[in-house]
């Protein structure tokens, strides 16, 4: 079974810093890959997916990520946090030809002083 | 315009007795998930259902189950809850399964509270 690893609990940073949360995953073929947030006191929404193609994908708010294949990782990016990123935020995984259920990492908390 | 909502938003309950949490969707779609989240730790899939067709996770407590009466509700039923049970539930939809494609939609979730 896949497993999901998101290297980095606790995150704080000024607003306009730039982030990069970590997200690996353990699986040899092919995923499809999400990351998902969830706002304070809201409910876990989209934030962008990859499922093929160009490996730098972007998502709504100014966020995107890089799948790199050969490293297992899709890394979510942002060049400049503002306080309205305070959030947590989930990366998960689907594995191709299971039973297309996601597997999701314990998620990031990201804190974005104003 | 809520999509998947959840009642109640937090629920206390009493070591034992037993506790339904509600999920109901206005998107029509034919997949619905509960996953349990405890504190800084990824949600776990307890189980889902693909139109009728439930699925269970194999590590699964008995004690969880669930009913899906119609294509807008399912309930999750703890049966005996204890204290270790206390954790956020919470509620998913997706279209379809499409091969792993398919955006997962969530409701606000159920905060519940083993007394």
């Known amino acids: 079974a896949q497993s999901v690893s998101q290297h980095n609990h606790h995150v704080i940073l000024s607003e306009a810093a730039s982030l990069e949360l970590g997200c690996n995953y353990s699986?040899?073929?092919?995923?499809?890959l999400f990351w998902y947030v969830q706002y304070p006191g809201q409910h876990l929404q989209l934030l962008l997916k990859y499922f093929s193609g160009d490996p730098l994908v972007k998502g709504i708010k100014g966020f995107e990520a890089e799948f790199i294949k050969s490293k297992f990782s899709f890394n979510l990016r942002k060049p400049s946090v503002q306080w309205s990123d305070t959030a947590e935020y989930f990366c998960a995984v689907v594995a191709s030809g299971g039973s297309y259920i996601p597997t999701f990492g314990r998620g990031t908390s990201l804190i974005v002083h104003p | 315009d809520a999509m998947v909502i959840q009642n109640p938003r937090y629920q206390v309950t009493q070591f034992g007795k037993p506790v339904t949490l509600s999920c109901s969707q206005t998107?029509?779609?034919?997949?619905m998930y509960w996953y349990q989240q405890k504190s800084s730790q990824a949600p776990k899939l307890l189980f889902h259902?693909?139109?009728?067709?439930?699925?269970n996770e194999a590590d699964t407590p008995d004690n969880f189950q669930s009913r899906r009466p119609n294509t807008s509700f399912c309930f999750l039923d703890i049966r005996s809850p204890g204290l270790g049970d206390a954790a956020m539930y919470l509620c998913?939809?997706?279209?379809?399964?499409?091969?792993?494609?398919?955006?997962?939609?969530f409701g606000p979730g159920t905060r519940l509270l083993v007394l």
């Open positions: 699986y040899g073929g092919t995923v499809n």
């Open positions: 259902y693909y139109d009728k067709d439930f699925n």
């Open positions: 998107l029509n779609h034919n997949v």
């Open positions: 998913a939809t997706s279209r379809d399964r499409g091969q792993g494609r398919e955006t997962q939609y």
